[in-house]
């Protein structure tokens, strides 16, 4: 059965880092690209940052463009999201997503996702 467990997330003052970890398994998930997304109380899930199935490829919201990283290790078949410099209104539950679209810039769309993981929470106070 195919699945994807967050783990990672946590309570951290504004400026804070916090690393946060997706494991994959029961799917040949090496040849997906992987997404993370983060939906805070009230709002819709907004895109945060996608790699494409090799790492070359990685795509950013422009929120967290300079502050977040992504990055994966097929061999261990893992996603890894660096938050760095972090703020309140990152405040949200994330989540990581695996899709089988090659091309980079349809991994903006949830819809384009064909697995979720279950989320993880982090809060950042000021």
């Known amino acids: 059965q195919a699945q994807l467990v967050e783990s990672g997330g946590g309570l951290v003052q504004a400026g804070g880092s916090l690393r946060l970890s997706c494991a994959a398994s029961?799917?040949?998930?090496?040849?997906?690209?992987k997404g993370w997304f983060r939906q805070a109380p009230g709002n819709e899930r907004e895109f945060v940052a996608a790699i494409s199935w090799s790492g070359h490829t990685t795509n950013y919201a422009d929120s967290v463009k300079g502050r977040f990283t992504i990055s994966r290790d097929n061999a261990k078949n893992t996603v890894d999201l660096q938050m760095n410099s972090l703020r309140p209104e990152d405040t949200a539950v994330y989540y990581c997503?695996?899709?089988?679209?090659?091309?980079?810039?349809?991994?903006?769309?949830?819809?384009?996702?064909?697995?979720w993981g279950q989320g993880t929470q982090v809060t950042v106070s000021s």
């Open positions: 997503a695996a899709s089988n679209r090659w091309d980079a810039s349809t991994w903006y769309s949830e819809y384009e996702y064909d697995y």
């Open positions: 029961g799917h040949p998930f090496s040849n997906y690209a």
